[in-house]
């Protein structure tokens, strides 16, 4: 099955600054990549996704990269605020199978 | 539109006995995933189910299991509670139109087993 690493596991920023976060996947079938936010006691709230057919998006101060060849896929913040603070988890699947496979999630801290 | 909704919200169960838990999704959402989430483990997928039928199911005994209703409500019912069945259970849908693949998570039901 799929198999979804995520780094790092914790993540502390000043506000302003950007914020990375790579999780990588070995199944060369995924071809759907969402990332999902998640706040303290809250539910998972998808902030972006990707499809294998695109190789970056952006989504105002968001953006996610995918290097199909390396299996590989990236979040990228930036201007990062207060709000941002949040566990984000990376997720992959094949498109339709509504089966995905989580990261083991990224604490960000933002630091005002 | 209303988002997804799960009942109960929170559950304590002890050892032995067995749970019922539900997700009414999004209107016109005809596909219901289930998620266990815990500290060790992470988010891991249990199930879906599409037209009252499972038709993905992840890594997990036969003690989990299934439903869907015909108005893609979905229920999940776990049995002979093991205390490592504590944990949050979120269901999420989507709308499966052929299109979009996104999956919209409920508050999670939050299982406590003593």
């Known amino acids: 099955g799929e198999n979804v690493e995520q780094h790092p596991s914790t993540l502390s920023v000043q506000e302003g600054d950007s914020a990375v976060i790579k999780c990588t996947y070995s199944?060369?079938?995924?071809?759907?990549f969402p990332w999902y936010k998640q706040e303290l006691g809250k539910r998972p709230q998808l902030i972006i996704d990707i499809r294998s057919n695109v190789g970056e998006k952006k989504d105002q101060r968001i953006a996610v990269t995918l290097n199909k060849t390396a299996k590989h896929f990236s979040l990228h913040i930036t201007e990062t605020q207060p709000e941002d603070s949040a566990v984000y988890f990376c997720?992959?699947?094949?498109?339709?199978?509504?089966?995905?496979?989580f990261g083991t999630g990224t604490r960000l801290t933002v630091i005002p | 539109k209303a988002g997804v909704t799960q009942t109960p919200r929170y559950l304590i169960k002890t050892r032995g006995q067995q749970v019922t838990l539900s997700c009414s999704p999004i209107s016109g959402h005809r596909s219901v995933s289930w998620y266990q989430q815990t500290p060790g483990q992470g988010l891991q997928f249990l199930f879906e189910y599409f037209s009252e039928t499972q038709r993905n199911k992840g890594n997990f005994p036969g003690r989990f299991s299934g439903r869907q209703f015909s108005n893609s409500r979905s229920e999940m019912n776990v049995s002979t509670l093991e205390l490592g069945d504590s944990a949050l259970y979120l269901c999420?849908?989507?709308?499966?139109?052929?299109?979009?693949?996104?999956?919209?998570f409920g508050p999670g039901t939050r299982l406590l087993v003593l």
């Open positions: 999420a849908s989507s709308i499966e139109d052929g299109r979009q693949e996104t999956q919209y």
């Open positions: 199944d060369s079938a995924s071809n759907y």
């Open positions: 997720a992959a699947s094949r498109a339709g199978a509504n089966n995905l496979f």
